[in-house]
């Protein structure tokens, strides 16, 4: 209860901070057309364009993104994915993009969707604890609203890391279902094995993921959904018995105190059968 009385102080005043300069930039006109205000920003730490041109490169060099692919993202958040790919992805491909959290869509329709029409966004009316406790639907029922063999390239980034694992193994589920043969996921987690075990502990770590909740490990009991973690191997076992055709790629991450890492997070890169 301390721990979240505290988070909400500080984001209290954050968003206060925030404002203040969303105010001086908008006066100034130095709002660029395709950045949020920050006070709006809800998808994490670190600059949002730096963040975003980041992961741009990782979805090309680790897991193929063309320029001529149909793209989903899932959990597209307030456009910070999406923003970067505008000038990459062809006209002719296409970019879908769904999130729980309605003001993230509202500002992706509003100011991607005009200026790039292949780039759509839609809200998905689900529950989580943490950023959408009003949701309608429970995650492990959600059915992505595409139809089967969409997609040859998707991503996830920062999502497995709010889910329990019922809802984990829906999405998994649901991501064989709308790749197309020879598809690409790219997706990001927290990920419990030897190395990270023994390392979360030590001040380096940003999450210690010290509590076993129903087959998951969270750094908080009493805000669960706010960082979660799972077992290594019972993710790659999971991809397995989903019908993913061979190993998946794994890109440790410095979550943990790790000197070197290709992101913060822990990367999978896994591909359904062609």
Same mark, same amino acid.
């Given at each position: 209860m301390i721990n979240q009385t505290l988070r909400r102080g500080r984001s209290i005043l954050k968003k206060a901070y925030q404002q203040t300069l969303d105010s001086g930039e908008r006066l100034l006109g130095l709002r660029d057309a395709l950045t949020p205000p920050r006070s709006m920003?809800? %998808?994490?730490?670190?600059? @949002?364009?730096?963040? =975003?041109?980041?992961?741009? !490169?990782?979805?090309?060099?680790?897991?193929?993104?063309?320029?001529?692919?149909?793209?989903?993202?899932?959990?597209?958040?307030?456009?910070?994915?999406?923003?970067?790919?505008?000038?990459?992805?062809?006209?002719?491909?296409?970019?879908?993009?769904?999130?729980?959290?309605?003001?993230?869509?509202?500002?992706?329709?509003?100011?991607?969707?005009?200026?790039?029409?292949?780039?759509?966004?839609?809200?998905?009316? %689900?529950?989580?604890?943490? @950023?959408?406790?009003? =949701?309608?639907?429970?995650? !492990?029922?959600?059915?992505?609203?595409?139809?089967?063999?969409?997609?040859?390239?998707?991503?996830?980034?920062?999502?497995?890391?709010?889910?329990?694992?019922?809802?984990?193994?829906?999405?998994?589920g649901q991501i064989a279902r709308v790749l197309k043969p020879g598809g690409r996921c790219l997706a990001t987690f927290f990920l419990l094995d030897e190395e990270s075990r023994r390392l979360m502990p030590s001040p380096r770590s940003r999450y210690n993921l010290q509590y076993e909740l129903d087959g998951r490990y969270v750094a908080d009991l009493g805000d669960p959904d706010i960082c979660t973690g799972f077992d290594k191997q019972y993710v790659l076992d999971l991809l397995q018995q989903k019908g993913y055709s061979t190993a998946p790629a794994f890109y440790p991450g410095?979550?943990?105190?790790?000197?070197?890492?290709?992101?913060?997070?822990?990367?999978?890169?896994?591909?359904?059968?062609?």
């Open positions: 920003i809800f %998808v994490g730490a670190g600059d @949002y364009k730096e963040v =975003g041109e980041h992961f741009r !490169t990782l979805f090309i060099e680790l897991g193929g993104l063309k320029p001529t692919d149909e793209v989903l993202d899932i959990g597209c958040g307030i456009g910070r994915m999406a923003v970067p790919l505008v000038n990459y992805l062809a006209p002719t491909a296409r970019y879908e993009g769904f999130d729980i959290v309605k003001s993230g869509i509202d500002w992706c329709q509003q100011h991607i969707t005009p200026r790039y029409p292949n780039f759509r966004f839609q809200l998905a009316d %689900v529950y989580n604890s943490h @950023y959408q406790p009003t =949701g309608r639907y429970p995650a !492990t029922e959600y059915k992505f609203p595409f139809p089967d063999a969409q997609f040859d390239f998707i991503f996830l980034t920062s999502v497995f890391t709010h889910m329990p694992k019922p809802e984990l193994e829906n999405y998994i410095t979550w943990c105190g790790r000197l070197e890492g290709k992101s913060f997070q822990d990367i999978l890169v896994f591909q359904k059968p062609a």
